[in-house]
Nanobody, 124 residues
Framework: QVPPVESGGGLVQAGGSLRLSCVASERAFSRYAMGWFRQAPGKEREFVAAIAWHGGGTIIGDSVKGRFTVSRDNSKNTLYLQMNSLKPEDTAVYYC?????????????????WGQGTQVTVSS
């Protein structure tokens, strides 16, 4: 299974915006939910956002609600994370996860479908 590839990270000042992309080569890309997670140094990986296979349903983590949005373009096998009003505490490596599932309890990540991550650093 080819892992997805994230891009779009970088250094931004607090209050700024970034858009992350995640490209997957999976033929079945459009059949599954996908999600974003992040991990800051010394902390556990944290759920950020997820989107249903058809794009009609999303879940946004409490810590980013109102600032981040998730979307997907199945014709391009690409997942996006639009991050606005960034804060220093958003600094982390951001990972996408593909071939997941959305259930009543939230997003279930596929343990074999993680990208390498992209670094986001927000300066104060």
């Amino acid at each position: 299974q080819v892992p997805p590839v994230e891009s779009g990270g970088g250094l931004v000042q607090a209050g700024g915006s970034l858009r992350l992309s995640c490209v997957a080569s999976e033929r079945a890309f459009s059949r599954y939910a996908m999600g974003w997670f992040r991990q800051a140094p010394g902390k556990e990986r944290e759920f950020v956002a997820a989107i249903a296979w058809h794009g009609g349903g999303t879940i946004i983590g409490d810590s980013v609600k109102g600032r981040f949005t998730v979307s997907r373009d199945n014709s391009k096998n690409t997942l996006y994370l639009q991050m606005n009003s960034l804060k220093p505490e958003d600094t982390a490596v951001y990972y996408c996860n593909i071939n997941g599932a959305i259930v009543s309890a939230g997003y279930i990540a596929n343990s074999r479908s993680w990208g390498q991550g992209t670094q986001v650093t927000v300066s104060s």
